[in-house]
């Protein structure tokens, strides 16, 4: 992904705006989860998504971002993120990640969650718990004094000891003004490299976790990400935002909110277990 050649920390008044848009975003994707169900296109979901931000007064970030067609990204099953939503329909079963970001007075936010179509099966219901749990050990360690190395690092510990894989050829961002800003912020590392964190940086962490191998190649398409060996994969993203106080989440959903992950994220907490 493309990184914008600008990047400066953040003011207090500048992720107080970059929070209002999150809020809006956490609100459009709860929406979104809630309407996966057997029989809506990826395509209504899109739909959906772009009515929703625009009726916020904001702008839908991803339509037309590197001409990229439409205002969500809805990756189903081996499809790992970018997926364009079109008239494929949704069954029972699948695994469906949604990817959003829109920009609210100047300001970007972006995040994204996976659901299953119906029931899960045993290996589908894992995923996205390793997966959504390996989001959160990587939110945690968004903290003045470590390195973005540290977050990768917490996220790739976690989810290689429940036997999956993280993508490597995709990574989080810095995210301000441009949706994609230094520094990058890869979900594998090593504790202590890369930039030293301090008050004033904003992330979009976003761990990408296979079931099988890490390896992705991209379709015809030009954009859709899937996984070479056709294995399923899951994707979390939340904008972070590293404050003296510890990791601000400026993404909350309602559901996670009225789950008591409060904005800042308390020191050495261990998260609830579940996907929200
Ligand atoms: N969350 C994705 C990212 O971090 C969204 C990019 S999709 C695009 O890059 F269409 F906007 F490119
Ligand atoms: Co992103």
């Known amino acids: 992904m493309s990184r914008a050649e600008t990047f400066r920390l953040k003011r207090s008044e500048e992720i107080a705006k970059m929070h209002e848009a999150g809020r809006i975003l956490g609100r459009c994707l709860e929406e979104l989860a809630a309407m996966v ?18 009726q916020a007064g904001c702008i839908p970030g991803f339509l037309g971002y590197y001409d990229y067609p439409k205002s969500l990204c809805v990756s189903v099953n081996d499809e790992v993120v970018h997926g ?38 045993d290996e589908v219901q894992r995923l996205l718990d390793v997966t959504y749990q390996g989001l959160w050990r990587g939110i945690e360690a968004a903290r003045p004094g470590n390195h973005i190395g540290d977050i990768g690092h917490a996220v790739q510990t976690y989810v290689e000891a ?65 996984t070479d060996d056709g294995r399923l994969a899951c994707y979390f ?17 309602p559901s996670e909110l009225a789950e008591g992950r409060n904005a800042t994220v308390v020191a050495g907490g261990e998260p609830p277990r579940t996907a929200a």
């Not at 959003?100 to 299953?116: F, N, Q, T």
């Not at 993280?166 to 504790?191: A, K, L, S």
């Not at 930039?195 to 992330?203: C, F």
């Not at 993203?237 to 959903?253: F, I, K, M, S």
């Open 84 to 121: 364009i939503p079109g008239s494929r329909v949704i069954r029972d079963g699948d695994l469906v990640s949604l990817d959003c970001g829109l920009i609210l007075d100047g300001w970007w936010a972006d995040s994204g969650c996976s659901v299953a179509c119906g029931p899960a099966t």
């Open 37 to 54: 169900r057997p029989g809506i296109s990826t395509d209504d979901l899109d739909r959906a998504a772009d009515t929703f931000i625009r």
């Open 237 to 253: 993203e939340h904008t972070v935002a590293v404050t003296d106080e510890g990791p601000r989440v400026l993404t909350l959903r």
């Open 162 to 226: 429940q036997g999956f894989t993280v993508v490597r050829n995709y990574v989080g961002h810095g995210i301000g003004r441009n949706m994609h800003e230094p520094p990058q912020v890869p979900n594998y590392g090593q504790p202590g490299t890369g930039n030293l964190l301090k008050a004033g940086y904003v992330l979009a962490i976003e761990p990408m976790v296979n079931a099988g191998a890490p390896d992705v190649h991209v379709l015809d398409d030009g954009w859709t990400v899937v």
